[in-house]
């Protein structure tokens, strides 16, 4: 079965500095990854995907992230965190081989509060 | 450009009364979901529907009907409501492939008393 972890409910960082906010995943076939965000009382937006091709995916506001096969992770990185990407992210799995059904539906992590302080 | 649109923003219901949450898009998206959001439990899967006239049972069905109207819109029924469905409720659409993600609306924050 399809799942994803986010393993840290929440991570602080000082602004300035590089942030990472954790994702690994299980799935039977190649996955497709996707990242959102969630401002305060807003709905998610969609920050990044991974379908195929380079490793290191680049999407809105700065961000980033890596997918590596091995270690079936896909972290969101940004080289210098801003106050104001102080939010909720979620981390989203797919696995085409299971599309169709229940089995195609995106399975969400629980999401990563991220804080960042002046 | 509207995109996914959800109403009402707020609603506080009693115990036992009804209402409709109502969703709609205009991207001519084929799927279209309702989710749940409470504080550690991340988003939960209620109902969603792959195509125009079909609907299908998610994570946590119980309590709740839902209706996909037509292409745009797709409604969430609470017959009886009760505290534990106290939540903020999003609406998502999508394309029908596994290469896209969802389009999320900006949530209908619901309190049972």
């Given at each position: ?118 | 450009n509207a995109g996914v649109t959800q109403t009402p923003k707020f609603q506080v219901l009693k115990t036992g009364q009804s209402m409709t949450l109502q969703c709609a ?45 037509n292409k745009r819109e797709f409604s969430l029924r609470l017959e009886s409501a009760a505290p534990s469905q106290t939540s903020v409720y999003f609406c998502a659409s ?20």
């Open positions: 079965a399809q799942s994803v972890a986010q393993p840290e409910d929440q991570v602080n960082v000082a602004e300035g500095n590089p942030l990472t906010v954790k994702c690994t995943y299980s799935v039977s076939g190649n996955p497709y990854l996707f990242w959102y965000v969630q401002y305060p009382n807003r709905g998610l937006q969609f920050l990044l995907k991974y379908i195929t091709g380079d490793n290191l995916v680049k999407g809105s506001y700065g961000f980033e992230a890596e997918f590596n096969k091995s270690q079936t992770s896909f972290h969101l990185k940004k080289p210098s965190a801003l106050v104001s990407d102080s939010a909720l992210y979620f981390c989203a799995v797919r696995d085409p081989l299971n599309y169709g059904g229940s089995q195609g539906n995106l399975i969400f992590g629980k999401g990563t509060k991220l804080s960042v302080k002046p | 898009q205009d991207m001519n998206h084929n799927s279209m979901y309702w989710y749940r959001q409470d504080p550690g439990m991340g988003l939960r899967l209620i109902y969603y529907s792959a195509s125009e006239g079909t609907t299908d049972k998610g994570e946590v069905p119980n309590g709740y009907n839902v209706s996909r109207l999508s394309e029908h492939g596994h290469n896209y993600g969802y389009t999320f609306g900006s949530g209908t924050r619901l309190t049972v008393v």
